[in-house]
């Protein structure tokens, strides 16, 4: 057990300004309330705080934090209350004790969805102050160094099956891999004793037999690199059994064919040395193909940088090599602990810098259950951003939450333009899915393809949303165009005129405008009345008499009749944009409809009964036939999917609701072989034009169960 003196010097060999009177006093009250209380050991309890404390002081922590490891289970286990804390070592030592006991409460709770909810207030927690988090880890690793002396076997596996999949995948996920080693090791130990005794005993034969290879080889990098005049520190560090297991399972591989057991490290002065490096053992060895990494341009979500290469080394055995700064090394093991050393200075230490936390907050209050939970932590997304790589191996760096379509206009604006779908691992997915780190996005475009509104809600990257406003906006002014061109070619003919377009050339400059599609953008948003630009055109029309030129409704009905010549599509306008619908009537697809303009509002449409209509008796110019693109079913068209689905409860039933919300409509299904685990359908599904059943196509292929789809051609 450290004792006092010795904490207190080891805190002010770091921290020379740290306070020695709060930490000797902590020190002091932490042994006496904790007083004759035993371990399962038989260890005086006091033990505990103080192996933790001694464990932070290796992280060179600041004096709080350590104080708060000498305190951390004080409000817990003994008489003393949060409220003697705080008196006696201030407020924020107070809350900090109070953030670790609060984790240390939740881990009493029932075992059920136990690992989740844990996890879950441990992360609220955390995100308070990332320190509280680090007591909590210490105080983890010392309880697990010391297992062996818990009694209940089922309590022992149960610890270490919650080291296992919640603590030591948090301390990886702040970078402190040392901890998450020891963690992991500890833990292993714990649940399949025999597997790690066997690979730690193959492990001792081998160093018995190859006796001091990796020393050997340490000596040998060292002078190959300082040969060509690079200082270097070469170290060897056997991999831990746990890692070399998961190895063994992953690559489904013996023993005997793991050749790398120990990784040697490079430490190097700076990053141009690190590179440096590289090059002298890829000129000086063979270079095992496929195991060059670059974390210094390319950093893991962590925050951890290196080089990793393989080479045949100098004992003719395939050797892995990490190259990296001092800086690096030391984050490599601390994680953020290290970085925690680096920002004390600037007194920015809570954890409000690590924007991942944030984040993991938001999904932890918008996941429905714990599963869904853990199944999204999965998910790396501490970082704001993400790297992507492209088919031809390109790397490109996006804003975190970014999607195909975001990767699209990234590699390219007219890519993004055209995309249409994209495989993300070699999958389809859909296009607003969220891309992740590592993923390899290939973007399938079509010159079809235009950017569409909907895709506005949910880019993220500045550039998409740029392409696609603009794109929209265009598209906008087309079609307000388009419906003013309408308007004026109709209060012309009200009048008896010929409507041209070389008569709104000649008054364009009248109304400021730069060309006659301009006077019919004007027009058509409402900002001119088709009036004023006729009076400008034939200035000698008359304030006409209004019974003539009010289209009545029995007028407009019969002109409806005669076909879809002179209305405007429905279908292409941008919705919310141009066209309302007009809440008095609700006029729905295949009513007869009529449009109302209004200034600076675009289009509302009314069924062609409605009673607001006599309301706009007075004003035909504002009148607008319009027409439902697609009317009823004969224009609506037939596509026939041949699918292949898993014959799994339910999966019928999500392929029918994945082409029900891509608004398809089922209109015959014939299941045409039925096997154990398949069945092989033909499906025909009414669609409004190709790209609406390439877009189901794309999201039948997003499902898990479904297997196949293709278009029957027959
Ligand atoms: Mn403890």
Excluded at 184 to 209: G, H, V
Excluded at 521 to 527: D, I, N, P, R, S
């Amino acid at each position: 057990m450290i004792r006092q003196f010795e904490l207190v010097e080891r805190v002010k060999s770091y921290d020379p300004n740290a306070d020695e009177d709060a930490l000797n006093r902590a020190y002091v009250y932490a042994m006496k309330v904790h007083g004759s209380q035993t371990r399962e050991s038989g260890d005086p309890y006091f033990s505990h705080p103080i192996e933790v404390a001694g464990i932070l002081t290796d992280l060179k922590l600041d004096d709080n934090t350590i104080i708060t490891a000498l305190l951390h289970d004080v409000v817990e286990d003994t008489e003393a209350t949060l409220k003697d804390v705080e008196q006696k070592f201030g407020k924020d030592i107070g809350r900090l004790v109070d953030g670790v006991t609060k984790l240390s409460r939740l881990e009493l709770q029932s075992e059920q969805t136990k690992h989740a909810e844990n996890f879950r207030k441990l992360v609220v927690a955390m995100s308070e102050d990332i320190r509280v988090l680090l007591v909590k880890l210490a105080d983890r690793l010392h309880n697990m160094r010391t297992l062996e002396s818990v009694k209940s076997p089922d309590k022992r596996r149960r610890i270490a099956r919650e080291t296992m999949d919640i603590y030591a995948p948090l301390a990886e996920r702040i970078g402190m891999q040392r901890f998450k080693d020891e963690l992991e090791d500890l833990a292993f130990a714990q649940l399949n004793p025999d597997a790690r005794d066997s690979i730690q005993a193959r492990m001792e034969f081998l160093k018995r037999t190859g006796e001091d290879l990796p020393d050997r080889i340490v000596g040998q990098l060292k002078r190959t690199l300082a040969e060509d005049g690079t200082e270097a520190w070469v170290s060897g560090r056997v991999k831990s059994p746990y890692s070399i297991w998961r190895k063994m399972q992953r690559q489904n591989v013996a023993f005997e064919q793991l050749s790398d057991l120990v990784a040697f490290r490079v430490v190097v002065e700076s990053v141009e040395h690190c590179y440096q490096a590289l090059g002298i053992l890829h000129s000086r060895y063979p270079v095992v193909p496929g195991r060059f990494k670059d974390y210094i341009s390319t950093p893991k979500p962590n925050g951890y940088r290196s080089l990793h290469t393989g080479v045949i080394g100098p004992e003719r055995q395939r050797d892995e090599v990490q190259i990296r700064t001092r800086e690096m090394h030391e984050v490599a093991e601390f994680g953020v602990a290290a970085h925690w050393k680096y920002k004390q200075a600037s007194q920015q230490v809570d954890g409000r810098q690590y924007r991942w936390l944030r984040e993991l907050l938001d999904i932890l209050e918008h996941a429905s259950n714990p599963e869904e939970f853990l199944e999204h932590t999965k998910l790396e997304m501490f970082q704001d951003q993400v790297f992507c790589f492209s088919p031809k191996g390109d790397l490109i760096a996006l804003p975190r939450g970014s999607t195909p379509v975001d990767f699209a206009y990234a590699v390219h604006s007219e890519v993004g333009d055209t995309c249409v779908g994209s495989k993300v691992n070699g999958r389809m997915v859909p296009l607003r899915a969220l891309l992740k780190n590592g993923d390899q996005v290939d973007i399938i475009t079509s010159r079809a393809q235009t950017p569409s509104p909907d895709w506005e809600t949910f880019v993220v990257s500045g550039k998409a949303k740029s392409r696609i406003r603009r794109f929209v906006r265009m598209k906008q002014r087309e079609q307000y165009g388009e419906l003013g061109r309408q308007m004026l070619q109709k209060a012309f003919r009200q009048e008896g005129y010929e409507f041209t377009e070389k008569a709104i050339e000649g008054v364009r400059k009248k109304f400021h405008c730069e060309a006659a599609a301009d006077v019919y953008a004007e027009v058509g948003q409402g900002h001119r009345t088709a009036r004023e630009v006729l009076l400008a055109v034939f200035p000698g029309v008359k304030d006409s008499k209004k019974s003539d030129t009010i289209v009545p409704i029995g007028r407009a009905r019969a002109r409806q009749g005669k076909g879809k010549d002179s209305a405007v599509p429905i279908k292409g306008l941008i919705p919310g944009m141009a066209v309302h619908y007009a809440r008095c009537c609700h006029p729905l697809p295949g009513d007869r409809i009529v449009g109302i303009v209004t200034t600076g509002k675009g289009v509302t449409v009314h069924t062609i009964d409605c009673e607001t209509l006599e309301r706009f008796q007075d004003t035909p110019e504002r009148w607008v036939d319009l027409a439902w693109d697609v009317v009823g079913e004969a224009d609506r068209l037939l596509g026939r999917l041949y699918v292949v689905v898993a014959n799994e409860p339910g999966s019928l039933g999500s392929l029918s609701t994945i082409i029900g919300k891509n608004q398809g409509n089922i209109s015959n299904l014939k299941i045409t072989n039925r096997s154990i685990d398949f069945f092989e359908m033909l499906i025909d599904v009414e669609v409004s034009d190709v790209k609406h059943l390439t877009n189901i196509i794309a999201a039948l292929r997003a499902t898990p169960v479904i297997t196949s789809v293709e278009r029957a051609r027959a």
